[in-house]
């Protein structure tokens, strides 16, 4: 038996059409995903394929955020602030289906199939959501994780680092990104699961689909404009396959500390503006830089985004406790 496993797709639709189209001649009876589904220009087309899929899904951090501005229950910042631009678009152009079906979904899943070591899935860690693992930086955090749980297989996402690893007498496996994949090369990852022998083994594989089509989804969704520097930082990262965002987010954060500003949960507007500006100054070289400040222009020139369907805060409920 094989089942194919997939998280961080950040609403790619290229990528997900692509790991499709591969798996449907692997012989896979199953997909496993590992959260992170939405949050990029196409998350509810993201959402739809995998419910015509069989698959098996969690929630992830991307997930949860929109579910929390979907409840009402966001902090006051998350509804207003430069730095959660994203994803308040992502959720204003989520139609109330996918919320609810998104709400429905578990963060994490224990998959037993007949006669098969049980699989445990999770986003982050059995403990937090957004907790990155990265085994060859930090073992002790994926021992810790592991301890965690009963069963001998675990898949995390969230890193966007494809791993696989054999660990106290367990399975460690880590897709990676579907979407974006950061070591230099334009490609997504996923992972292989095979019943062999009487048990589960794991191999990771590059995914190549059409990058171009990136740019393209991104300003005709309006998601490039909308979603201001965070979108823009995520496209160039995506098409340099050196990720940004996190020394970004970093750089912003500690200017909000020099300003004072150290114990808010978010950086100021004001700050934020200033911070990403010089960022994106200073690191964005070359072709990404001639991108990057001729992509305002090329908004103007193309499509637009479609209406969004503007959803009530109070349209769905969400109970989890992030
Ligand atoms: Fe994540």
Redesign the pocket.
């Known amino acids: 038996m094989r089942l194919a496993v997939i998280?961080?797709i950040h609403g790619i639709l290229p990528a997900m059409d692509a790991v499709l189209d591969e798996i449907s001649k692997e012989n896979v009876e199953g997909i496993i995903v590992a959260?992170?589904m939405v949050s990029g220009p196409n998350s509810v087309e993201v959402i739809n394929r995998l419910r015509q899929s069989n698959c098996w899904i969690i929630r992830?951090?991307?997930e949860n955020y929109v579910l929390r501005l979907a409840s009402g229950d966001a902090p006051d910042w998350q509804y207003t602030s430069k730095q959660w631009s994203p994803v308040r678009w992502t959720y204003e152009n989520m139609d109330r289906e996918t919320l609810l079906f998104l709400q429905s979904l578990p963060e994490q899943l224990i998959i037993q199939l007949p006669e098969k070591d049980a699989i445990h899935v999770v986003?982050?860690s059995p403990s937090n959501?957004?907790e990155l693992i990265f085994p060859d930086k930090d073992i002790s955090k994926l021992d810790q994780a592991l301890s965690e749980v009963d069963e001998s297989v675990v898949i995390f996402?969230?890193?966007?680092e494809a791993w696989v690893m054999k660990r106290n007498g367990k399975l460690a496996v880590n897709p990676g990104s579907l979407s974006m994949s950061f070591f230099g090369e334009q490609c997504g990852t996923y992972a292989i699961l095979s019943w062999e022998n009487q048990r589960w083994n794991a191999e990771t594989r590059k995914l190549f689909y059409d990058f171009k089509s990136l740019r393209k989804a991104y300003i005709e969704t309006g998601l490039l404009e909308k979603g201001d520097v965070i979108a823009r930082c995520c496209l160039i990262s995506m098409e340099t396959g050196i990720n940004y965002l996190p020394p970004m987010i970093n750089y912003a954060y500690q200017k909000a500390k020099e300003a004072g500003y150290g114990d808010l949960p978010f950086v100021p507007d004001e700050i934020w503006h200033e911070a990403t500006k010089t960022f994106e100054e200073l690191n964005y070289k070359d072709n990404a830089s001639e991108l990057i400040f001729s992509l305002n222009n090329k908004i103007t020139s193309s499509g637009r985004a479609p209406t969004s369907q503007h959803l009530h805060r109070t349209q769905v409920r969400c109970d989890e406790s992030e």
Not at 157 to 160: L, M, Y
């Open positions: 998280a961080d959260g992170d992830g951090n991307q986003h982050g959501v957004s996402g969230h890193s966007h």
